[in-house]
C-alpha cells in the first residue's frame, strides 16, 4: 500500500495540469491586451481616411453590393471591406470601436497559433503564440485599423491549416506516423479548411502561398506515409493516390491561383498609368532575397521600426548584391540535406518562412512599391510564425536540459526578452496615436520618406500652418518630383502664402504629369486671378 505522502505526489500534478492551461490561455489574453492598451486612445491614420472614414462604399447597401462586385474598390479584398461596413454601420467614426475588435482578432491570432503549433508537436507552442501576440513588428497590424484585412486573413488562414490538419486525423511524431493514427479523410473538417483558405483569401489575397504550406505541413507530419520498419519516412515513396496531400491541396492551388490573377489585374487597374519601379529580373531577384534576410533580421532584433522604411535600389544589381542570394540558397541547401537530423525542424520553419513572403518580395509590380521601399512590418505578419516555432523550439530545448542553472538561465533570458518586447510594442502603439505622432516619429528616423513629408504638409495645411505645410511639400516635391498630387499640395501652400507665381508654377508642373487633377487647373485659375495675373 502506498503512503499518503506518494498519494499527494500523483495528485498535485493533476490539480496543476488541470489549472495550466487556463493560466496559460489567460496569460497570453492578458499580455496582448495590456500591450495594445494605447491603441485605445488612438485615432484613424493614413489609409483609415480612404478605406473607412472616406469611403462612400460603407454608407449604404448599394455600396456592399459594389463591395462584392469590385466596381470602386482598389484591392479585391471583400470581405475585409465588408468587416469596415459593418463596424461603420455599427461604431460610425468612432476609433476606439474599431481598435477593439483589432485587438480581440490579435489576441485569437496569438492562441490559434499556440494550438496550431501544440497540434504540430513543435515544443515551445505556448512561448510563441505569447510573443506573436506582443511582437513589436506586428504593432502595424493592429494598433492601424486599416491592417484588419491582415488580422482577418491570418485568422482564417490559421484556422484552415488546423482543420486540414485534422481532417487526416491524430499522427504521431514527426516522419513517424503511428499505428493508432486515423488515416480517414474526415470530409466536414477537409471542407471546412477549404472555407476558411477561402475567406483568408477574401480578407487578403497575400494568403496566396497557403496550399505550399499545407504541404510542407503535410511533409513535416508525415502524412500519406505509411508506418515502416525502420525506413526514414522521408525517403519512403509516396503513392499518388486519392487522399495524399498533392491530390488533396488542388482545390487550394486553384483558389489561390484564381484570386491571385484577381488581385493582380485590380492592382494594376489601381496603379494605372503611374509608373512603379521595381527594376529588371536580376534586380528584383537580388531584392527578394535581401528582403527575406531583413524580414528575418528585423524579426529577431526589432529596432528602429517606422511605417515607411528608406528606398531600395532599382538599378543593376552590382556582384556583391548576389551575396544574400548565394547564402540564402546555402542554407536551404544545407538544411535540406541534414533534413533527417535534427534540421529536420528548421528546414520546415524556414521554407514555411520564405514561401510566405514571396507573395510581396517586389518579384511583380505591387502598389505599396511606390513608397519607394520594397519592405513593411505588416507584410511580414504572416510570415513570422514559423521562424518564432523555430526559436522557441530552441527555447524548450534549452528549458528541458537537466542542469538547474541551464533551466534558471533560460528562464531569466526568456522573461527579459519578453519584458523588453512587450514594452517596445507599447511604445510603439503609441507612435500609431495619430498622424501627427506617426509621421513625426517617421520622419526622425527616415527624412526622405516623401509620404510622410506629404501627409505632415497635409495636416500643417488643415491646421493653418502653411509655412511648414510649403516645407514638407516642398521636401516631398523634391523626392518625388513625378507625382502630381505633390506638385498641387504645394500650389496650395503658396497661394495661402500669397506666393501665388511660385504657386503656379507649381500647378503648371501639376498639369504637366499625367496623373493631373481637374482640380488642379480650376487651382491655377484661382491663383491667376487672385494674383492679377
Given amino acids: 500500500m502506498k503512503s499518503r505522502s506518494e498519494r499527494h505526489a500523483r495528485v498535485a500534478p493533476a490539480k496543476f495540469t488541470f489549472w495550466r492551461q487556463p493560466a496559460l490561455f489567460a496569460a497570453i489574453i492578458i499580455a496582448v491586451a495590456v500591450v495594445y492598451l494605447p491603441a485605445l486612445h488612438g485615432d484613424f491614420v493614413w489609409d483609415d481616411f480612404l478605406l473607412i472614414t472616406g469611403n462612400p462604399l460603407l454608407q449604404n447597401f448599394s455600396g456592399l453590393v459594389e463591395i462584392w462586385s469590385g466596381g470602386r474598390t482598389a484591392d479585391y479584398f471583400p470581405l475585409t471591406n465588408t468587416a469596415f461596413w459593418i463596424e461603420h454601420h455599427l461604431f460610425g467614426a468612432s476609433p476606439i470601436c474599431y481598435h477593439v475588435v483589432n485587438i480581440l482578432l490579435q489576441i485569437a491570432n ?80 477537409y471542407t471546412a479548411s477549404l472555407v476558411f483558405f477561402a475567406l483568408a483569401l477574401l480578407s487578403k489575397t497575400q494568403v496566396v502561398f497557403l496550399p505550399v504550406v499545407l504541404l510542407l505541413c503535410a511533409w513535416w507530419r508525415g502524412f500519406g506515409v505509411p508506418p515502416s520498419g525502420g525506413q526514414s519516412a522521408v525517403h519512403l515513396p509516396r503513392p499518388r493516390k486519392r487522399g495524399t496531400p498533392s491530390v488533396r491541396t488542388l482545390p487550394f492551388f486553384l483558389l489561390a491561383i484564381v484570386l491571385g490573377l484577381v488581385t493582380m489585374w485590380f492592382q494594376r487597374r489601381g496603379i494605372g498609368e503611374e509608373e512603379i519601379v521595381i527594376g529588371a529580373l536580376p534586380r528584383r531577384i537580388v531584392n527578394a532575397a535581401t528582403a527575406i534576410w531583413w524580414y528575418a533580421g528585423h524579426l529577431f532584433v526589432p529596432v528602429r521600426l517606422m511605417a515607411i522604411y528608406p528606398n531600395w535600389r532599382f538599378d543593376s544589381p552590382l556582384v556583391f548584391e548576389w551575396l544574400p542570394l548565394i547564402a540564402l540558397i546555402g542554407v536551404l541547401t544545407a538544411l535540406w540535406h541534414w533534413r533527417n537530423r535534427e534540421t529536420r525542424g528548421a528546414f520546415f520553419a524556414v521554407a514555411c518562412f520564405v514561401v510566405a513572403l514571396l507573395p510581396v518580395l517586389g518579384l511583380v509590380r505591387m502598389a505599396y512599391v511606390r513608397s519607394g521601399t520594397l519592405v513593411a512590418d505588416h507584410l511580414q505578419y504572416f510570415a513570422d510564425v514559423p521562424l518564432l516555432a523555430l526559436f522557441c523550439t530552441g527555447v524548450a530545448y534549452a528549458w528541458n536540459q537537466r542542469q538547474r542553472a541551464a533551466k534558471f538561465a533560460t528562464a531569466t533570458i526568456v522573461m527579459m526578452l519578453v519584458g523588453a518586447m512587450g514594452t517596445y510594442a507599447f511604445g510603439r502603439t503609441e507612435v500609431y496615436r495619430n498622424e501627427e505622432t506617426l509621421w513625426q516619429d517617421n520622419l526622425s528616423k527616415n527624412p526622405d520618406a516623401w509620404q510622410a513629408h506629404i501627409m505632415m504638409a497635409q495636416r500643417r495645411f488643415k491646421q493653418e500652418r502653411y509655412a511648414e505645410a510649403a516645407s514638407h511639400a516642398g521636401r516631398a516635391a523634391e523626392l518625388k518630383p513625378e507625382l502630381a498630387d505633390i506638385h498641387n499640395q504645394l500650389g496650395l501652400a503658396y497661394c495661402r502664402l500669397e506666393r501665388f507665381e511660385e504657386g503656379i508654377a507649381e500647378y503648371r508642373k501639376a498639369l504637366q504629369l499625367k496623373e493631373a487633377k481637374p482640380a488642379t487647373a480650376r487651382s491655377a485659375g484661382v491663383a491667376k486671378i487672385r494674383a492679377n495675373l
Avoid: Q, T
Fill in 110 to 189: 496569438a492562441l490559434l497559433v499556440w494550438r496550431l503549433l501544440k497540434r504540430l508537436n513543435i515544443p515551445g507552442a505556448w512561448l510563441a503564440g505569447l510573443i506573436f501576440g506582443i511582437h513589436p513588428v506586428h504593432v502595424a497590424s493592429v494598433a492601424w485599423i486599416s491592417e484588419l484585412k491582415n488580422l482577418l486573413a491570418m485568422f482564417f488562414a490559421l484556422l484552415s491549416v488546423l482543420c486540414f490538419l485534422d481532417s487526416r486525423g491524430r499522427d504521431g511524431p514527426p516522419g513517424r506516423p503511428s499505428d493508432s493514427a486515423r488515416p480517414a479523410v474526415a470530409p466536414y473538417r
